[in-house]
């Protein structure tokens, strides 16, 4: 059984996503055994709580730098014994020595067609303003396995949503990920757990 280790800052609807699809039987072979928040009081927690799965709080403001938080996580995801880091909507970009440490074993799910809307800067309601703003007619979410060029691992699973007229950020928002996160987030992560992903030339092949 693989132990999953969960990374959020938020909400964390999809986090409610992968406890769902475990609570489901979908995840096999692995389990959502810690849940890691950058912010204390996120509601992202309660939902760990009310699942019984155990989490912690590791704010990033009591770090002075990128460096030290990130040897603060690294530690944490030893102690939990992780065989899979998942950000979901964590908002902070660690440092490489974390990512160095789990190679092709951390994913994040980021709220458009990689590699549009994507990098530094991007995330939440403001990818889904430049996609508004640059009146692209479809949007989506993808799943990337972490490296140290931000958003820019290997694609693992994408899905495409399209613009409606009178979308505002806040309703693309919800459409894309009603329609794609928190569908290709937890198959992604049931698909690692069967070790069915295989990473070539930079290149996720689905087994
Ligand atoms: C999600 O839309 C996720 O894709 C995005 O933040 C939101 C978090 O929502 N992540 C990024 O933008 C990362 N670059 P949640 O806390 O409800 O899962």
């Excluded at 690294?74 to 990512?99: C, P, Q, R």
């Excluded at 440490?101 to 590699?115: D, Q, R, S, T």
């Excluded at 490296?147 to 694609?155: L, N, S």
């Excluded at 569908?183 to 996720?204: H, N, Q, W, Y």
């Amino acid at each position: 059984m693989k132990n999953i280790v969960v990374l959020v800052s938020g909400g964390g609807t999809n986090l409610q996503a992968l406890i769902d699809a475990q609570e489901s039987g979908l995840i096999k072979g692995g389990k959502i055994t810690c849940v890691i928040s950058s912010k204390p009081g996120v509601y992202a927690l309660e939902r760990a709580k009310a699942h019984d799965i155990p989490s912690r709080v590791i704010p990033r403001k009591e770090y002075p730098d990128s460096i030290e938080y990130s040897k603060a996580i690294l530690s944490a995801l030893k102690e939990e014994n992780a065989d899979l880091v998942v950000y979901a909507g964590f908002m902070t970009i660690l440092d490489e020595l974390v990512v160095r440490e789990y190679p092709n074993k951390m994913m994040n799910v980021h709220p458009a067609l990689i590699p549009s809307f994507c990098g530094k800067g991007y995330y939440g309601l403001r990818v889904h303003e430049e996609a508004l703003k640059k009146g692209v007619k479809l949007t989506g979410a993808t799943v990337h396995f972490v490296t140290e060029v931000c958003d820019g691992g290997p694609i693992i699973l994408q899905k495409a949503v399209e613009i409606e007229n009178g979308d505002t950020p806040e309703t693309l928002q919800k459409r894309v990920m009603q329609q794609a996160e928190w569908k290709i987030l937890p198959k992604a992560v049931s698909l690692f757990c069967e070790d069915r992903l295989v990473v070539t030339d930079g290149r996720v092949y689905i087994k």
